[in-house]
């Protein structure tokens, strides 16, 4: 339930409780689940918390300001080219944490498990999270394991859950983008959808693009420490780019204007969204985040970024305006400009 | 040359729309239908409107199949969907599409139904070979691009001995839907929309060639420029229609010779014609039935009929009042000329054809040009 | 619309199937509906289907009529660069 993007109301027609079940456009992170989250978690949770519409709650435990955040990791196939379902679980929590400027400090995971999954491939599964959470120095601390009968899940289905602490005076969240301020990326555009995609048996596709699966808490560090006063941080996991940015601009009841000619992107990821009819802004990333800052911290920040391995590729893709509308518009590479809307449904593979 | 980026050049195109502006006579009013939905597409996706002078409008035709299917055949599907062992494979363009109550084949699957998403003809075929106890149905959409392929499909299941595969063919044909458009009373005789020329299809005219054409150019005294999809193509084709209106010519005209020959793919149009005959009329969402317009399997290849083993109705299911999508695809209306339009039908929540695929004049004016004429003043201050 | 996208023969292979590489994204794809198909031609590829082979000259030509314009427009049109 991370990421409680909020809609518009009247964008959508009411969800049918009754009558209606849940479809997979529900998970596909674009406008259908955000209307999920709002008209059935929210409401039924409601506290000042949630209603921040963050992918974590920030909270005061005793003298300190800390973070918490929990994600479930559902992905066929398990492994992938730059990662697996581990690895996953592990750096998307972090990051969660991570984009409230906070470092996170302890990780739990429970795991869902079928009947009859191979043992070699749990074991493997396990050893690149230990794997992945030895190298970002957040030590998995406790945990939960069931089993399901065959049929009932997917071989395996991994939650994690992260605490972490706030350093004082720093303020990020989804509601602060003022007009003015600059929209920075910390790299190339799709490259974990793509890698993911290009699996599936039956779209055939071959391309060395590897996931950008990472933990980005150390990235954000430094750009915390040039500057401190970072406006936003997300990370553009499902929904892309675009719809990341949908809701930060819902939150912050501001516009945006993106620039497509400064989109970092690869060539092969590009070129896999044009045999299949996508929009690269809508497709996954696992490893970058998306920046909002005061346009005079914006060349400090880019610079930041630039100096991590992480953050190489980071450019400045847009800023924000006014716009009673909300909405997020792009400047084409035509010079001409339209609406980049939230995502509808789920990105499916087309032919016309 | 990788015949893409050479044809998206911002700067080139800069020039060209540098060339219409100074060609066009402020005297009168350009309106050019370009017919397919990937012109549509290329026209929204780069903003080519900001570039055209204001007497030059271009109205968004009927070519886009996924939107001209008529609910009745959705709601087929879904039903086939939903027979027990049965397959049913489509393309993912159509899983989206609502059919009576809401239902898609999307919402049909999370109920339980079999629905499996192909990108080939040949993919359904394989998934018909792998499960040689159930029937494996090809829900077969297009226009005459999408027809070949499929044509490939139903011989190979013949020369496989394929028993449990089969097509519900729906391919539709582009030359009658123009025809149709050009002889809808509100562009012959009212008066109503004066319609001065087409951009022509890019990859259906890869298949059926320019020859098709010429009869309108000559009958109705259109001039068609057939264009590729590319923007830059695009923006050469409204010029080159100027031209001709300028020229006082209506001529059949071809922008895109680098794949479009004179008489198309001839082993593509063999392979249709081996396997499909015409229908004598077809419902198409938004025009009605129009005569001659679609395909159906020829007896010869009556096995793989998915029509024939199934005995699939003739349904006709009415599209709501209030859906202005009929007159949009003809031109008479625009997207914001409807009650509906954003209100209750939106992408998420599609009523109307025009909204149930991207390529569709409501969805594409929904997505990138919603707010062009109404508020940009957001975008004028930047 | 139908989507379709230009892309480079690599390889041809068995079953009248080819080997397309589009920027580095390869892709088998089938050559039923085309003839006389050789390694190096770009093909129109359309939902796994190569409908027909790009013809070179022809977009050279198309292109050079695009930079007509522009030689057009230095005479005639001020463009702002």
Sequence with gaps: MSNPGRVKAGYTRAIDFKHGCVEMKHGSGGRAMAQLIQQLFVAAFDNEFLRQSNDQACFQGGNERMVMSTDSYVITPLFFPGGDIGSLAVHGTINDIAMSGAMPSYLAASFILEEGFPFSDLKRIVDSMAQSAMAASVPIVTGDTKVVERGNADGVFITTTGIGRIAEGINISGE?????????????????????????????????????????????????????????????????????????????????????????????????????????????????????????????????MHAHPLGKDAAIIGEVIEDTHCFVQMQTCFGGKRVVDWLSGEQLPRIC | MKYIDEFREGRLAQRIAACIAAEVDARRRYQFMEFCGGHTHAISRYGLVDMLPDNVRMIHGPGCPVCVLPVGQVENAIRLAQLPGLILCSYGDMLRIPAANGMSLLRAKARGADVRMVYSSEDAIKIAQQNPQQQVVFFAIGFETTTPPTAIAIKKAQALGLDNFTVFCNHVLTPSAISHILQSPEVRELGVVSLDGFIGPAHVSVVIGSQPYQYFAEEFQKPVVIAGFEPLDVLQAILMLIRQINTGRAEVENEFTRAVLPQGNIKAQLLVSEVFELRRSFEWRGLGLVPYSALKIKSCYAEYDAERRFSIPALSIADNKACECGAILRGVKQPQDCKIFGTVCTPENPIGSCMVSSEGACAAHYSYGRFRNKDSSALRNH | MCLAIPAYVEQLIADDQAIVNLCGVRKEISLALVENIVVGDYIIIHAGFALQKLDQWEAERTLAMFAEIITLNKNDINVEE
Aim: hydrophobic residues 45%; contains cysteine.
């Design chain 1, 176 to 304: 602060n983008a003022r007009p003015g301020d600059k929209i920075l990326i910390s790299g190339t555009l799709g490259d974990h959808g793509i890698a993911v995609m290009a699996l599936r048996e039956n779209l055939s596709f071959q391309t060395s693009i590897q996931s950008d699966t990472a933990a980005l808490h150390d990235l954000v560090a430094n750009m915390v420490a040039a500057v401190p006063a970072i406006h936003v941080l997300r990370d553009p996991t499902r929904g892309g780019v675009a719809t990341v940015l949908n809701e930060i601009a819902q939150q912050s009841a501001v516009g945006m204007v993106l620039y497509e000619s400064q989109l970092p992107m690869r060539e092969q990821v590009n070129a896999a969204c044009e045999f299949l009819g996508l929009d690269p802004l809508y497709i996954a990333n696992e490893g970058k985040l998306i920046a909002i800052c005061n346009a005079d911290d914006a060349g400090n920040l880019l610079n930041a």
